[in-house]
């Protein structure tokens, strides 16, 4: 089945700097990478996702690209803000398996 | 319409004890999903039912752990002879489609075993 990794399971940024969080997979088959943000006691909410069809896709400050040769997709935060302090969550999966990374911890320091 | 609900939102027993944890997914949605996540970590899946088909049990932690889903809608997840390890929030989630399709999750009944 497959196996999602993600890192850093931590990160502390400066407010107006960018975050970077990466995570790989292991399926081939895997066509379906979604990005999750769970803030403090809150429900985990879909923030982006992309397909294997493409390999970046952008929404405001958030943007997500997709290396499918090397099994590994990356979440960007541009001009990150207070707000943007959560846990947020890698997944990969297709039609038969979907699998949820452990988690980056991002604190954005005002 | 409405998102996924979950019920209760709290629930504080005694160890030993059976609890029933209730999830109703949003309409339509066929893929159904349990997580288990405790403190300041990560989701631990549990179980998926997909319409019809035979639930995927491979995340279930222990035979005190079960979940049925009825008409293909509701579904319930009961730990029976509670732990204190057992305390954790559960959270369900719903999805048009297994792995190609958004997860809409519920709030989560958080679970607190004395």
Redesign the interface.
Known sequence: GENVEQHPSTLSVQEGDSAVIKCTYSDSASNYFPWYKQELGKRPQLIIDIRSNVGEKKDQRIAVTLNKTAKHFSLHITETQPEDSAVYFCAGGNNNDMRFGAGTRLTVKP | GAGVSQSPSNKVTEKGKDVELRCDPISGHTALYWYRQSLG???E?LIYFQGNSAPDKSGLPSDRFSAERTGGSVSTLTIQRTQQEDSAVY?CASSR????????????TRLSIL
């Open positions: 970590q990560g989701l899946f959270l489609d297994r792995g190609a399709e958004p997860q809409h999750f519920g709030d989560g």
